[in-house]
């Protein structure tokens, strides 16, 4: 079946870069997406790549897809305290999305 | 444009009580899709509903559990009989009939079954 997998803890220093790590299973997953969870709230959609592709930049997000290892990886240039949460890798269809158990973000002043 | 809403935000049943689980999805989106999360893991598809009809319900527990979005107002995730084990957080995401792949998060309601 499908299984998606993150380390789950990352801490960073503030201006760093943070790169947060994901591997999924299902080869024929459409899409793969990072959502950002903060405490109590629900999952904001940050960004998501097609599988044909292997890097989509926006702003001070950059993903980069290996679709033959089927690795994904979020970098978050310059991160700050507001960047603290946890992020979630997400694969799938139109259909249902299977996520990750989340990496939660620490950022140190 | 409001985002997708969720009612009640928290709900408290003892167990053998009966939850319903209120969705609204954004304006214009015609696609709701409800998840499950239980503590300190990720969200587990449950099912996927369009207007009156369920498309996928391959996630849904096959007893106790329903879900329907009708013609008129919100969807309802519907709990029956609850036992501590339901106790989790649902989330309903909708997506627009265009773009079914992005799917924009409510913020969930924590349901405690005591």
């Known amino acids: 079946g499908e299984d998606v997998e993150q380390s789950l803890f990352l801490s960073v220093r503030e201006g760093d870069s943070s790169v947060i790590n994901c591997t999924y299973t299902d080869s024929s997953s459409t899409y793969l997406y990072w959502y950002k969870q903060e405490p109590g709230a629900g999952l904001q959609l940050l960004t998501y790549?097609?599988?044909?592709?292997d890097m989509k930049q926006d702003q001070r997000l950059t993903v980069l897809l290996n679709k033959k290892d089927k690795h994904l990886s979020l970098r978050i240039a310059d991160t700050q305290t507001g960047d603290s949460a946890i992020y979630f890798c997400?694969?799938?269809?139109?259909?249902?999305?299977?996520f990750g158990s989340g990496t939660q973000l620490t950022v140190l002043p | 444009n409001a985002g997708v809403m969720q009612n009640p935000r928290h709900l408290v049943r003892r167990r053998g009580q009966e939850a319903r689980l209120r969705c609204s999805p954004m304006?214009?989106?015609?696609?709701v899709y409800w998840y499950r999360q239980l503590p300190e893991e990720g969200l587990k598809f449950m099912v996927y509903l369009q207007k009156e009809n369920i498309i996928d319900e391959s996630g849904m527990p096959k007893e106790r559990f329903s879900a329907e979005f009708p013609k008129e107002g919100p969807s309802i995730l519907r709990i029956q009989q609850v036992v501590r084990g339901d106790s989790a957080a649902y989330f309903c995401a909708s997506s627009p009939p265009s773009l079914t792949y992005e799917q924009y998060f409510g913020p969930g309601t924590r349901l405690t079954v005591t």
């Open positions: 304006k214009g989106h015609s696609h």
């Open positions: 790549i097609f599988s044909n592709m």
């Open positions: 997400a694969e799938g269809s139109a259909r249902q999305l299977t």
